[in-house]
């Protein structure tokens, strides 16, 4: 079936530093691809999708590309700020107004 | 306000007890989503709508679970003689594309 694995946090960074948080997936045909953020007590809000194969997606300085030969979707960002601590899923969907299956959460904390 | 709208926030009952919980999705929003989120946990696909029909509804745990919409508008979700492992923040999403708007989710509380 459809799944995304994504790496087990928290992951733990100084002000500025560089940022990789690892999703893959799973899935049949053509999946979108998308990355969610949930800062502490706020609700999830999309942060940076992707529709096909090779496309990059990316806001707020995160960027994530969709690769089709790793079935990967890595979210990275080049300098971290500490506004950026918050918990963030990677997630798919096979088609539009389908599903969203989501990974299990990485919970990001930036210290200054 | 715009946003998606879920209450209560929070809930605490008591074993046994049935629960309702409700969801107002933005207008215009054909599609409806219940996630639920346990604690240190990602979000576990509950049940889907679209417009008032429910294509998927896979993966509600048990026949305790149900749910149902009024045409585009109001979805309320309800469990009956509610346990101590539904214990969740129970999250509601609308859409009319690709992106999801959640709302803040109801946190249950099952004593």
């Known amino acids: 079936g459809n799944s995304v694995t994504q790496m087990e946090g928290p992951v733990t960074l100084s002000e500025e530093a560089f940022l990789t948080i690892n999703c893959t997936y799973t899935a049949t045909g053509y999946p979108s691809l998308f990355w969610y953020v949930q800062y502490p007590g706020e609700g999830l809000q999309l942060l940076l999708k992707?529709?096909?194969?090779?496309d990059k997606g990316s806001n707020k300085g995160f960027e994530a590309t969709y690769r089709k030969e790793t079935t990967s979707f890595h979210l990275e960002k080049g300098s971290v700020q500490v506004s950026d601590s918050a918990v963030y899923f990677c997630?798919?969907?096979?088609?539009?107004?389908?599903?969203?299956?989501f990974g299990t959460g990485t919970r990001l904390q930036v210290f200054p | 306000g715009a946003g998606v709208s879920q209450s209560p926030s929070n809930k605490v009952t008591e074993k046994g007890k049935d629960v309702e919980l409700r969801c107002d999705p933005i207008s215009g929003h054909t599609a409806l989503y219940w996630y639920r989120q346990r604690l240190g946990q990602g979000l576990e696909f509950l049940i889907y709508f679209q417009g008032n029909s429910a294509p998927d509804k896979s993966g509600l745990p048990s026949d305790r679970f149900s749910a149902e919409r009024t045409g585009e508008s109001v979805s309320t979700l309800t469990i009956q003689r509610t346990q101590q492992e539904d214990s969740a923040v129970y999250l509601c999403?609308?859409?009319?594309?690709?992106?999801?708007?959640f709302g803040e989710g109801s946190r249950l509380t099952v004593l």
């Open positions: 992707a529709t096909k194969a090779d």
């Open positions: 999403a609308s859409s009319l594309t690709l992106e999801l708007f």
């Open positions: 997630a798919l969907s096979r088609r539009n107004t389908d599903k969203l299956i």
